[in-house]
T-cell receptor, first 113, second 113 residues
């Protein structure tokens, strides 16, 4: 049972444009959501998070949007840069599961110069 | 600041051989610790998590085991490796109890031949 889904395995955008990465979840108990970035042969790096009491959180070029009714979140990167090329993982946590995270399958983002 | 170490970085082991991967965290005390596996082209699968010394939960039944002999040391072991154990193994830590971001180590690439 895949509780966190990233339906697009890959995304390609031009440098300077917006990248939008999507994530859907099925568990209504999830109340904290995170995005991680991963380069090959490295551990994931935490990017940004959002609590279910908010619908938007910004950090520089990165903005995460949460639509609780649709059980959907998205990560916007503006403007996209070639160094943003990586696999992006969406993750979710529920109060009932303590600090455990459930990860999506990841989306490979390629930013073309 | 906190740092997390994993070793070895890469490992090639024959089927049926034992395994020991080590993870240590510096700069914090009583962290929550996690072992994940990323199979080729897949997402992150939580294998074990620990909220304290000798307090370890297994998420997926398998031939792997985990131990936490010291507060900031987490070890992943196997008595006999299977081909299906190949993958990228990641250790992570977080402040506990959650929900909090998890911070990942550099990972170990394990190839079982």
């Amino acid at each position: 049972d895949q509780q966190v889904k990233q339906n697009s395995p890959s995304l390609s955008v031009q440098e300077g444009r917006i990248s939008i990465l999507n994530c859907d979840y099925t568990n209504s108990m999830f109340d904290y959501f995170l995005w991680y970035k991963k380069y090959p042969a490295e551990g994931p790096t935490f990017l940004i998070s959002i609590s279910s009491i908010k619908d938007k959180n910004e950090d520089g070029r990165f903005t995460v949007f949460l639509n609780k009714s649709a059980k959907h979140l998205s990560l916007h990167i503006v403007p996209s840069q070639p160094g943003d090329s990586a696999v992006y993982f969406c993750a979710a946590s529920a109060q009932t599961s303590g600090s455990r995270l459930t990860f999506g399958e990841g989306t490979q983002l390629t930013v073309n110069p | 600041s906190q740092t997390i170490h994993q070793w070895p970085a890469t490992l090639v082991q024959p089927v049926g051989s034992p395994l020991s991967l080590e993870c240590t965290v510096e700069g914090t005390s009583n962290p929550n610790l996690y072992w994940y596996r990323q199979a080729a082209g897949r997402g992150l699968q939580l294998l074990f998590y620990s909220i304290g010394i000798d307090q370890i939960s297994s998420e997926v039944p398998q031939n792997l085991s985990a131990s936490r002999p010291q507060d900031r040391q987490f070890i992943l072991s196997s008595k006999k490796l299977l081909l299906s154990d190949s993958g990228f193994y990641l250790c992570a830590w977080s402040w506990g109890p959650g929900p909090y971001e998890q911070y990942f180590g550099p990972g170990t690439r394990l190839t079982v031949t």
